[in-house]
């Protein structure tokens, strides 16, 4: 239904989408998740071209609507939204805010358009509510309100921008089941959302969106339960990174150190943790790869800490000739690596030029 | 309910304006100190251990005392109100006056003067010299020149001579006087050298006897040491005599007595000289003749200036200014609308008045009008003129310039309609002298004539930019002025006066002369008053209850009556006082049938007058009848038990204290003597209570023996009554009735609501303000927000150059709007860039209105839709809504809320903004107001009422504009509309 | 890292406090280097050293080899961790740890 081809979005000082390409089928109901600003909400902003692509081209129902000859308003009709914050229209009240598409832009009656949108009121339980206005309503009551006011447009898709996201936890739940009996009822929704268990339990196809894209696009038991790809990993795992690139033998060690100690710190990893990670780090990195670095060299030292697990991990990319730094000579670095370690792997790899691959799990 | 007490809210503002307007009136009225008397509590200053402590204490026991060390002292007291007064000898005060004004100099015979001697010392020399000086006292004040040093030094204005103590060449010796050089006139340092009355004397007694004159100057406490060390031979520096004094020091004999006078604020009684006006605040109308002239002739005064002669009044009646300077003939309008102003009548000056003309432009028109000028002066016309438009009396004719038929176009003329007697409305026309000349001139020379009333330096600026052929309005000729405009000949001279608020006196008949006065028609005083009061307004009434209560109730400000009268209604009210008419006074007697009868009974009465008179009776009957209290007796009357004949009477019971009812019998003095008469004669009496027009009626039928009635015995009426001898020759008084303050007050209100409103239907001018305000006001709205709209509509358009372009215009229009005044903006519109004299100053001030009023909504309304959250617009545009719907549909009539107040609170601004207009020659509310203020003189009035129709113009619109509000909140429609059509 | 030298006829305390690793051990090394004249008796306090790693047991190794010739070497007042590293490099034979 909705074919988009290397979408990209660029603004003055970051580009959050650099080449997205997915296809939208009628009746799925995907999840849009991943971590902040990775473009989540500007990707379903650029299907109802709220926000203009830089580049690339979004088809709907076969019609190009990054067209300039395309008539925008015609294709949004088709296409319903409900946003983080309501957005319902102050100076009319419930039913109006209701009825108001329906009868300037489709031309519907008003009896019609009345009597479509007191039966959707009804389905939502707000039917009593008709002649509020916004602004007494709670935020739950305005969400099911902003939805029905879509629903009303009878349109081929809903996108919902983080809809409960704004909401007391108590409200967030009858927004929910609203949207999960849209799902239900088979109609085609792309929901960005921070709630997990919501996105898993109610889609079809979950959109991992990170560097730029959709990372990973998988069933919610691919994405949720068997992440494939590295971020994804750690997403899912709501693992805490600390990544570090060293190019030069006279790297910042004590910078390195006190930046290991503050990350440990600030995800409260267990003080004797940080020791061993900045011994593990010191014997093996330092004391036994470096050395064998030739000049020009990526070594890519990263520590995922998982806070479910309280695992930490410390995994070493280098280029240069394969070496398994369990064959190092230097006994004694090793032995206490080793010692501060539960597990020390190695594995050849061929991935963005680093050759060798170091997983360690630290005790 | 919101309405009532916003209603109340008005009615306290109203009351509490009219209130302070009133009170910064009755400021004016200062305690008046004027006679000894008046000090009787006052708060009195003294000098400190000088002979005038006892005289205060005991002259004013019962006054506060307050004690100072100098002179210095008392009068910067006095200055600032701390202290009412002082007591000084006349000589000291007079040299007061050398330096400053503002004080006057109370006598009375009841303080004892001050006698001065100069002290010698107690040596053989100074003996001497004592017994030489009292010779030449003695000589001095037979051959007068004591009197003529006296005039010199004690007359008020500084002596310009000095005698010069150095030039004697004495070869007897020389006197070493000790003097003080601080106590004027006595003794004191002048610029050209040591001065005084006392030094004075002692050089002509000097010269006289061959001394010369060696001076110290020293503190007082010096001189009495050094005469008592032989210091010093003589003591002068106006010493005083006193008992304790004469103890320690050798005085000579009095040289001079100086009566003792109380010092206080005031003018010099019946002195308005220009002096006076150093060092107070004089006002002059800026860029006048009188702006110049004033300060040459007193330079010393602090000058302000001010735009416009209603101006100059209104500052002169708050106090503002002492005086003003202007034209004589001002001071002759200012009469005709009975202002209570004075003028200094000194010879100070002329001023010219010619007519302006653009510089160097209209050559030929300037010529002819010239000509005009020449030929009727020449003719006598113009001097006709000036007697018809500069004389006592308003005339009553008027130039009628809007008939005129000229064939050789039309001529406009720059105007101020506030320049009374040159230019001003009457009844709607312009009217004065100024009109009346161009008028004849216009008629003369074949031209049609447009009057263009403007405020008087648009007169000038509007000439000077050619928008008028010509300008007149009593414009003095100026070198200043004549720089930048052409003057024509001189058409017409005045005058400099300088006028000062008048100072009433209370027992002056003066008051009267342009008052309304009370008459009973056909009576006696009718034609007094016409007499006495030739420019009075003469009001009639039936009887003399009806005008009594007019008087009261200020329908008129004084009656004509007989004193016994005034006196018995007097008693019953304090409110009522009089002032004495000496030119008349009537003769009161007894009336008779002019036949032998009567002149029998007439004998009869006159005896019996005689007698009563002798004994003294007849004066105990007027104090008694015609006292300060109503006697509580009745006459027993119907007593008598005459057995000689009955006598017909007739007695008019209106004419108190003569004849009138009490309790229900009449009583009077002359019932009393009536009674006296007819029972020391026997007779009897049949009373008839009619008028006394009736009764003497009827003395000439025969009907009735005598009338009572206290009847004055005019000749006319001598030729058919028989009177008796006059038992009284009554003063006649002029009665005038103090009125409350606060009724005062609400007369005064009620007086200058007649004249601002009601006179001339000057509401007429009012409606007419509101109705052009109302008109600039409502096309500059609705000009303004289209304009707002449509460039805000443009900003928003899709065309990017077209946006952009609308955008930058919008911005610079704004700034230059916000940088700049109101009256700036219209002046240049008006001046600048409308200069077609067809462009009237309404269209020009719609024009500016429109634009300054168009900028704020723009601004105002890209404001409101900037504040709707971007969200109302990302949803509209979701679910399909184009640009320009969304806009109409969704935003729009939310940034309605943000927008409204200020789009309401504008509006009322713009009303009130359109006040500046006058500028520009247009009659709006504002200047109507001010027209009205400068044909009245009334400083007030006009202005709070014209404030109260803006405040109600101004409430009105804002209660409208709330209706329009809430019809508009969206929440307030019902729901059943909202759903019209629809079945639920 | 801090290095506090005491001198007593010829023993010499060292207290060494902080970390000891890749960056200060050279730090420890020189100072040593300077202090082995004459030294019979050199005592390593390690109460306050919080991290020890395998360029640190370098510098002890030279140590001791040194005073090895002139005396002897002995590490006092070590932490549990730091024990445990030199339990599993095998140091504990050859240093005297008291």
């Known amino acids: ?363 | 309910m919101k309405t009532k007490r916003l209603l109340c809210l008005l009615l306290a503002i109203l009351m509490v304006s009219i209130l302070l307007v009133s009170c910064s009136n009755e400021s004016q009225q200062e305690n008046k100190f004027e006679t000894f008397e008046d000090f009787e509590t006052a708060r009195l200053g003294i000098l400190t251990g000088s002979v005038f402590d006892k005289q205060t204490t005991e002259l004013f026991p019962n006054a506060e005392k307050y004690n100072f060390d100098t002179v210095v002292d008392l009068l910067s007291n006095l200055n600032e109100n701390k202290i009412d007064g002082f007591l000084i000898d006349h000589a000291f005060y007079s040299a007061i006056g050398w330096e400053k004004s503002g004080y006057c100099a109370i006598e009375s015979d009841k303080t004892t003067p001050s006698e001065f001697g100069f002290v010698t010392s107690d040596t053989e020399k100074g003996n001497t010299i004592n017994r030489e000086l009292n010779e030449f006292i003695a000589k001095m004040n037979e051959n007068g020149e004591v009197k003529k040093l006296a005039d010199k030094w004690f007359s008020g204005t500084k002596p310009t001579e000095f005698e010069d103590y150095q030039s004697l060449t004495g070869e007897k010796g020389t006197i070493y006087v000790g003097m003080t050089d601080v106590d004027p006139p006595w003794s004191f340092q002048n610029d050209t050298g040591l001065t005084g009355f006392d030094l004075e004397y002692m050089i002509l007694f000097a010269r006289e006897y061959g001394y010369k004159l060696e001076i110290s100057t020293v503190d007082f406490s010096f001189i009495l040491g050094g005469l008592k060390s032989g210091k010093y031979d003589v003591g002068i520096g106006g010493i005083t005599i006193t008992e304790e004094r004469k103890q320690e020091l050798n005085f000579t004999d009095v040289y001079y007595q100086s009566p003792v006078v109380m010092v206080t604020k005031g003018w010099e009684k019946g002195a308005s000289r220009l002096s006076n006006l150093s060092g107070k605040k004089v006002g002059v109308m800026t860029g006048s003749i009188q702006a110049v002239m004033m300060p040459e002739l007193v330079p010393d005064a602090e000058y302000m200036e001010f735009n416009s002669v209603s101006d100059l009044i209104a500052a002169l009646g708050s106090n503002k200014i002492d005086a003003f300077g202007c034209d004589e003939s001002l001071y002759t309008s200012m009469l005709w609308e009975g202002q209570a102003v004075d003028r200094i009548d000194e010879p100070l000056g002329e001023s010219n008045y010619g007519i302006i003309f653009p510089k160097g432009k209209k050559l030929e028109l300037q010529s002819e009008l010239n000509k005009f000028i020449a030929d009727r002066t020449a003719d006598g016309t113009l001097k006709e003129l000036e007697d018809k438009w500069f004389g006592a009396k308003e005339p009553l004719e008027f130039a009628d310039y809007e008939n005129l038929n000229g064939t050789n176009g039309t001529i406009t003329v720059a105007i101020n309609s506030a320049s009374m007697p040159f230019v001003y409305l009457k009844n709607n026309k312009f009217v004065g002298f100024d009109i009346e000349v161009i008028t004849a001139f216009a008629k003369e020379y074949g031209y049609n004539v447009k009057f263009e009333d403007t405020a008087f330096a648009a007169i000038l600026g509007g000439v000077q930019s050619e928008k008028y052929d010509l300008g007149i309005s009593g414009i003095t000729i100026t070198d200043e002025r004549k720089e930048s405009m052409d003057f024509s000949d001189v058409y017409h001279v005045e005058d400099l006066a300088v006028i000062i608020r008048s100072e009433e006196d209370a027992n002056d008949l003066s008051q009267f002369n342009t008052a309304s006065l009370g008459v009973v028609t056909g009576s006696l005083y009718g034609g007094y008053s016409k007499e006495q009061f030739p420019n009075a307004e003469i009001k009639e009434f039936n009887n003399f209850s009806d005008v009594l209560v007019a008087l009261k109730q200020g329908k008129v400000d004084g009656i004509m009556l007989d004193k016994p009268n005034f006196n018995s209604v007097a008693r019953e009210d304090d409110s009522l006082s009089c002032v004495v008419v000496p030119a008349y006074s009537v003769e009161i007697g007894f009336g008779f049938q002019k036949n032998e009868g009567g002149d029998a009974l007439q004998a009869q009465m006159n005896t019996f007058l005689a007698k009563l008179d002798a004994d003294g009776t007849t004066q105990k009957l007027i104090d008694k009848w015609y006292g300060e209290t109503e006697p509580q007796e009745t006459i027993p009357l119907e007593e008598l038990k005459g057995n000689s004949k009955t006598l017909s009477v007739s007695i008019d019971t209106t004419r108190k204290p003569f004849v009138y009812m009490y309790e229900g019998k009449p009583v009077g003095f002359e019932i009393e003597v009536l009674y006296m008469f007819c029972k020391e004669y026997g007779y009897n009496v049949t009373i008839s209570d009619v008028s006394f027009a009736s009764g003497l009626a009827g003395l000439a039928s025969e009907k009735y023996d005598l009338v009572c009635g206290g009847l004055y015995m005019t000749p006319e009426r001598k030729e058919s009554v028989n009177f008796s001898n006059p038992y009284m020759n009554a003063e006649v008084v002029m009665a005038k009735y103090e009125r409350s303050g606060f009724l005062n007050f609400m007369l005064s209100l009620q007086e200058s609501f007649e004249k601002t409103f009601i006179r001339e239907q000057r509401w007429k001018l009012i409606v007419e303000g509101i109705y052009t305000t109302m008109v600039i006001s409502l096309f500059s709205v609705i000009g303004g927000t289209l304009l707002g709209f449509a460039l805000y509509m443009l900003s928003r358009s899709k065309n990017k150059w077209l946006s952009k372009s609308a955008k930058g215009v919008a911005k610079v229009y704004s700034t230059i709007i916000a940088g700049t005044p109101t009256l700036v903006i219209l002046m240049l519109l008006f001046y600048v860039v409308f200069t077609s004299p067809d462009m009237s100053g309404i269209v020009v001030a719609i024009v500016g209105f429109t634009l300054i009023f168009g900028s704020f909504v723009y601004d105002t309304l890209a404001l409101a839709v900037s504040g709707v959250d971007i969200g109302q617009k990302e949803a509209a545009y979701a679910l399909g809504y184009s640009r320009n719907k969304t806009f109409f549909r969704i935003i729009l009539p939310q940034a309605m809320k943000m927008f409204m107040p200020s789009y309401s609170a504008e509006i009322v601004n713009l009303v009130k903004a359109t006040s500046v207009v006058g500028y520009i020659a247009v009659n709006d509310l504002t200047k109507m107001g001010d027209i009205i203020r400068g044909n009245t003189y009334e400083a007030f009035f006009p202005l709070i009422a014209v404030a109260l129709i803006y405040f109600i113009i101004t409430w009105l619109i804002t209660v409208l504009l709330g209706i329009v509000k809430r019809k508009l909140e969206p929440k307030r429609r019902k729901n059943k509309n909202i759903l019209k059509g629809v079945k639920r | 890292m801090t290095i506090e030298k005491t001198l007593n006829g010829t023993e010499l305390t060292v207290v060494v406090s902080g970390k000891l690793d890749t960056t200060t051990a050279p730090e420890l090394e020189d100072s040593l280097k300077e202090s082995f004249e004459g030294i019979t008796r050199l005592v390593l306090n390690f109460e306050n050293l919080s991290y020890l790693s395998s360029a640190g047991l370098r510098v002890l190794l030279t140590s001791q080899k040194v005073m090895n010739k002139q005396g002897e070497m002995v590490i006092q007042n070590v932490n549990e961790t730091i024990n445990e590293i030199f339990e599993v490099t095998g140091f504990v034979d050859v240093l005297t740890i008291e």
Do not use: W
């Open chain 1, 1 to 363: 239904m909705i074919t988009i081809r290397h979408l990209k979005k660029e603004y003055a000082n970051a580009t959050p989408l650099k080449d997205v390409n997915v296809e939208i089928h009628k009746g799925d109901v995907i999840s849009v998740i991943g971590p902040s600003g990775t473009g989540k909400s500007t990707l379903i902003r650029c299907i109802n071209l709220l926000e203009t692509p830089t580049s690339g081209e979004i088809f709907v129902d076969g019609e190009c609507i990054t067209d300039k000859k395309c008539n925008i308003n015609k294709v949004r009709q088709k296409m319903g939204m409900v946003f983080q914050s309501f957005n319902l229209f102050n100076h009319m009240n419930v039913i109006e805010n209701i009825m108001a598409a329906p009868m300037d832009l489709l031309k519907k009656s008003k009896q019609e358009a009345y009597d479509y949108g007191i039966e959707l009121l009804r389905t939502v339980g707000l039917a009593d509510k008709a002649f509020n206005y916004p602004d007494q309503l709670s935020g739950g009551q305005k969400q099911r309100v902003a939805i029905v006011r879509a629903l009303a447009m009878e349109p081929e898709i809903i996108l919902l921008d983080e809809p409960t996201s704004a909401l007391d936890p108590t409200m967030v739940g009858e927004v929910q089941a609203v949207i999960r009996d849209l799902a239900r009822k088979g109609l085609t929704l792309m929901i960005v959302t921070h709630e997990m268990r919501f996105a898993r339990e109610i889609a079809n196809r979950v959109f991992y969106m990170d560097e730029g894209g959709v990372y990973e696009d998988g069933t919610p038991e691919e994405i949720f339960d068997n992440p494939k790809k590295e971020k994804t990993i750690r997403f899912i795992k709501h693992l805490k990174v600390f990544e570090h690139l060293i190019t030069s033998k006279d790297f910042d060690f004590i910078g390195f150190n006190t930046d290991l100690e503050e990350f440990g710190r600030r995800n409260q990893v267990a003080p004797k943790t940080i020791y061993r990670a900045q011994s593990v780090f010191e014997e093996l990195a330092v004391q036994c790869v470096l050395p064998k670095l030739d000049k020009d060299f990526k070594l890519n030292v990263a520590f995922e800490y998982s806070q479910e697990e309280e695992t930490l991990f410390m995994t070493l990319k280098y280029d240069g000739d394969t070496f398994d730094v369990r064959n190092t000579p230097n006994v004694i670095s090793f032995a206490i690596a080793e010692n501060a370690s539960e597990s020390i792997e190695y594995a050849e790899i061929d991935e963005d030029g680093f050759k060798n691959l170091v997983t360690v799990k630290i005790k």
